[in-house]
């Protein structure tokens, strides 16, 4: 008896969620509608149990799957985009606009965690100018310094979340290469010199999203630099930096 009241629920529960297409949309969405036209392009549809009549459309790349009336289930070519419990995406590509008069190719990869209120940013640089004597950005406190690569890790804290302003703080390691104008050798005459570089430097700055793909941050970043510096030259400096990201958020 027991076993034919579990079937009869299973029925009545098939019955029921089939009653109506269900749509799964890439931003997370799912809805109840009546598909009224279904091609290789998208789907058109009217919302499920709305007294409106009004007819909406969806391209394939915004859908997931589909599941008919029928129970037949139809897979569409859309990506789920994995969002934060702000409902903003979780993965961050940026590029730094303020690096580029430098010929500085700046970069940086971010991932939000679920609560979005830690990044962890891995950044990517590639200096590509030969002469920098010339440089319109040089290196704050060290204007012979120019970067040819460096990469690290960004640990960003949002203390409010994510949110259309955000305000960011935290600690950034960089390690790299670069090149010293003013570097003396033994010999005492000027000769720009290849040399290894770290940093650890403190974020401050903020981070507008006008919507959910698109954000563009202003961050002022102070700390220390060591350096194999010439000998009888302090190998610790004070160092900065500042950047202005467009960033794609997925």
Sequence with gaps: MKTLITIISILL???????QDLVYFTNGNLLKVKVLNQSSE????TLYDSSSEEVFSADKNELIRMIRENGQIITFAGRKTVTNNDGFPRNIMSFNVLHAPQARLTMAYQFINNKGNIGFEIPVSVGLMDDFSFDPISE????????LFFTGITINWYPLGQRKVSYLLGPSFRIGIA???YYYDYYDYNEPKE????????????????????NISFIVSMGIMHHNAAPGEYKFRTTADAAINLAFRF
């Design 140 to 147: 704050l406190f060290d204007h012979s310094f120019y970067s």
């Design 179 to 181: 090149k010293d104008q």
């Design 195 to 214: 040399q290894y570089y770290s940093k650890l430097l403190i974020n401050n700055g903020l981070m507008l999203s006008p919507n959910e793909h698109f």
């Design 42 to 45: 998208g789907i058109t549809f």
């Design 13 to 19: 529960f098939s019955t029921y969620g089939f009653s």
